[in-house]
């Protein structure tokens, strides 16, 4: 259904295990970044008006989810660690070339997005199917919903307000280029790293 051409070894799984802190500090803040991104978009894009209806319900989405993995975080007796670069993104946001037009940058937004989304949901699929603590799993299981309407829904986006065949000839030529990234990933405790 995700179309990611490179599944997440499970082994992944492992290395999150050792380190359940570092985990959810790094969702922690994937969540927030989601929430910016969304209000990117609307401050970006406010002639979309559709789309600003949905990045509202979506910032709000996001906040309540940074939320709960922080209530997670202080519930374990942790505190919420520092922000660090997510390196999966900074490759990805390599793929399309800056500039072009309001609706090229817009489109090529979306389907980053879109992406991230998909790579998250999978990755949350993972936990939810194989972390041995069992309320953490089911946690997972929950959010792993949200990131596949998420990834749907930006994905459906680009394909309203582009060309259906040049933003699937997009969105193809992405899936592969995050395959070969996510060839060198697969070694942190992190959502995508």
């Known amino acids: 259904m995700l179309g990611l051409k490179l599944p997440t070894d499970p082994r992944w799984v492992n290395i999150v295990e050792k380190n359940i802190e570092e985990i959810l500090t790094d969702h922690a803040f994937c969540e927030q970044k989601a929430t910016s ?31 709960m993995v922080h209530d997670l975080i202080l519930e374990r007796g942790y505190t919420l660690g520092r922000d660090r670069k997510d390196e999966y993104v900074v490759q990805l946001l390599k793929f ?5 037009s309001r609706t090229t940058q817009l489109i090529h937004r979306l389907l980053y997005a879109s992406l991230i ?12 199917e ?3 603590d069992k309320k953490l799993a089911a946690f997972y299981k ?29 969105w193809q ?8 990234i996510m060839k060198n990933l697969g070694t942190k405790e992190t959502v995508h790293g």
């Open 117 to 128: 989304e998909a790579r998250s949901c999978e990755r949350f699929r993972l936990l939810s």
């Open 96 to 100: 399309f070339p800056k500039g072009g």
């Open 142 to 170: 929950k959010l792993m919903i949200s990131e596949a309407n998420h990834y749907t829904m930006f994905l459906g986006y680009a394909r309203q307000y582009g060309d259906r065949k040049e933003v699937d000839k997009k």
């Open 130 to 132: 194989e972390l041995q």
């Open 173 to 180: 030529d992405l899936l592969e280029y995050e395959a070969k």
């Open 37 to 67: 991104t969304a209000i990117s978009l609307i401050v970006s894009f406010p002639e979309y008006t559709e789309l600003v209806q949905e990045m509202i319900e979506l910032v709000k989405e996001e906040m309540s989810h940074f939320k």
